[in-house]
């Protein structure tokens, strides 16, 4: 990552989008793959939504710092203990000792078992109170474990997902092993509407069916029917997605995640 790249980037008043992206090389040319984190800051309590991979841990804490400034980090909500997601607690839970790992917290004593007392489970549809703003934890409509959860920013309307509306910004050729959601060095901290093209449905489709393989045999319909309530309720202006450029088009990008669901689903040969 460039330099620009690597610093932390403000979507709204109080909500940053931190991370690293992982290098690799596709078609001759270097390509990233994110794995993203998002702080969002209060006026009495921060909260950080997943933790970045442990390959970015350095980048991650000098974000934070950056974007805390003189505040500390109250909350961390790991949306998920795989290691893109919830690697760098340690690390995050020895530098803020006084912060806590809130959220589907099931199992993490088994991963952690050290920060055992710093466990608070937050089931799904309960609030953390960040002082003027609150994050709602909801249900993970598209997951990669059973225990994943989505996260909402009351104050600037952010939707925060995890695994779900990923997407690669060029379709590999049938040959090629990559199955991550990748863009270009300098695109690392663009919106998906300032990338030189928006998100295809056949791009969507590639990275649901390659990451998400469940998909190919589950009709999605009933879980987009959740997701259009939660946005009617929840006014969403970002989607922060773990893996992949934040979503400016909100709109535009549900029509297309869709559409590549049910690509992918009726590809299978499974749909009607």
């Not at 979507?11 to 984190?37: K, N, P, Q, R, T």
């Not at 295809?200 to 990451?211: D, I, L, M, N, S």
């Not at 999605?220 to 088009?249: M, Q, R, W, Y």
Request: with cysteine; aromatic share 10%; charged share 20%.
């Amino acid at each position: 990552m460039t330099q620009q790249d690597a610093a932390p980037r403000r979507i709204a008043d109080g909500v940053y989008w931190l991370g690293g992206c992982l290098s690799a090389f596709g078609h001759g040319e270097e390509v990233h793959y994110h794995v993203s984190a998002y702080l969002v800051i209060g006026a009495e309590r921060s909260a950080l939504i997943d933790t970045g991979d442990p390959a970015h841990r350095e980048i991650v804490m000098a974000q934070l710092a950056q974007a805390l400034g003189d505040r500390t980090l109250d909350y961390i909500v790991p949306t998920h203990p795989e290691i893109p997601h919830a690697g760098n607690l340690p690390a995050l839970l020895e530098r803020y000792p006084d912060a806590q790992i809130a959220g589907e917290t099931r199992d993490y004593h088994l991963h952690f078992p050290e920060y055992a007392d710093r466990l608070w489970p937050v089931a799904a549809r309960e609030r953390i109170d960040l002082g003027g703003r609150e994050l709602l934890l909801l249900p993970a409509y598209i997951r990669d474990l059973e225990n994943t959860t989505w996260a909402w920013d009351s104050g600037a309307g952010v939707l925060f997902v995890s695994d779900g509306f990923s997407y690669i910004h060029d379709v590999p050729g049938p040959d090629d092993e990559d199955d991550e959601p990748v863009h270009l060095p300098g695109q690392c901290r663009l919106y998906s509407g300032e990338m030189p093209e928006p998100p295809t449905v056949a791009q969507a489709a590639y990275g649901t069916g390659r990451a998400l393989y469940w998909t190919k045999f589950v009709d999605v319909s009933d879980a987009f029917a959740a997701i259009e309530k939660v946005l009617d309720e929840h006014p969403t202006f970002f989607i922060g997605p773990a893996h992949g450029n934040v979503i400016d088009d909100v709109a535009g990008m549900l029509r297309t995640s869709l559409a590549a669901h049910r690509a992918v689903y009726v590809g299978r040969g499974l749909g009607q």
